[in-house]
């Protein structure tokens, strides 16, 4: 058996375990939720969105789903509530603040905030190019920032409870600082973004900047950023570090204030965004998100996922 074929059985192996995982029932002193629990699930119209939407709503939780088109969205939603989940819909456009803004003053009404948020909304990298940055600007626009202003706007509506607030970020192990073939060339600036003391969302905002001010004026193959996927990796990574600073601050906070985040890898999931050419079906994907949603542990912050395991930022 050459090295591929043992990947691929370790793959394989790890995917029943997960299957088996998901058909394990939670046990009532593991339920922290009810049925008043609410979640939010950005992007959750179709593809990972839906499938982590549905889940939470077999799970007996209230689930918000958004979307940037208002008909897709209600048609998603309705489907869900067809089946006898608990789901309203709202439209969301995370890249643009008015829309932010509009989607958090109709939480707080309707339903007096949130317990959850699944940061899934976002932009694919280019299928045609492995370090494409064509679309540098849309994608860490939508990738980062995005997910960033939604973060600092929904925290203010994070309902007070013992079993505190929960933060799930959809990223890639494309955006891993010490990936093998992916990583920052500059070793200092790998360094700072790496150390938790030296991290802070100006060096975080700063490093994309640069990297964008780079691509307009075409020096950027110079500067040892990643080779793959570039432009997505880099808004990945950048959403890996504020997933790591945000876990730290919003740490310090006291008993019945805390809010645990925690950044995943759904891996190469076969969707509308890749072309349906990946390799896990979005039941599979969907599942860590879910798993860390629920999780029962409230020491699990600042941490990065992949198939229920922990891994390397």
Not at 61 to 84: F, N, P, Q
Not at 107 to 112: A, I, K, R, V
Not at 203 to 227: A, C, M, Y
């Amino acid at each position: 058996m050459n090295k591929k074929e043992r990947a691929r059985e370790r793959r394989e192996k790890r995917r029943q375990e997960i299957c088996l995982l998901r058909s394990i029932p939670y046990s009532d002193h593991q339920r922290w939720w009810t049925s008043d629990t609410v979640a939010v699930v950005t992007g959750g119209n179709r593809g990972i969105g839906f499938e982590i939407a549905h889940q939470l709503g077999m799970h007996g939780l209230t689930v918000i789903l958004t979307s940037r088109d208002t008909s897709v969205g209600e048609e998603a939603a309705k489907v869900m509530r067809e089946g006898g989940l608990k789901v309203a819909f709202h439209q969301l456009d995370i890249v643009d603040p008015s829309s932010i803004e509009s989607f958090s003053t109709w939480l707080n009404e309707q339903f007096g905030g949130l317990d959850i948020l699944i940061n899934n909304a976002g932009v694919n990298f280019n299928l045609g190019s492995e370090n494409s940055v064509e679309h540098a600007e849309t994608v860490i626009k939508t990738n980062y920032y995005g997910t960033k202003n939604m973060i600092k706007a929904i925290i203010p509506l994070v309902r007070l409870s013992t079993s505190g607030g929960r933060v799930v970020n959809v990223s890639s192990r494309l955006g891993r600082l010490n990936g093998r073939r992916n990583r920052i060339g500059d070793v200092e600036l790998r360094h700072k973004l790496e150390d938790i003391e030296s991290l802070s969302e100006e060096l975080i905002d700063r490093t994309l900047n640069t990297f964008l001010e780079q691509v307009k004026d075409g020096t950027w193959e110079s500067h040892g950023w990643p080779q793959n996927f570039t432009d997505y990796s880099l808004s990945k990574l950048a959403v890996n570090a504020f997933t790591r600073l945000m876990a730290r601050e919003l740490s310090d906070r006291p008993d019945g204030q805390k809010i645990y985040m925690n950044c995943y890898c759904p891996g190469w999931v076969k969707t509308a965004m890749t072309g349906w050419a990946g390799n896990l079906p979005p039941e599979e994907a969907a599942d860590t998100a879910v798993w860390l949603a629920l999780h029962p542990d409230l020491s699990v912050s600042g941490k990065f996922f992949a198939e229920r395991r922990e891994i390397n930022f």
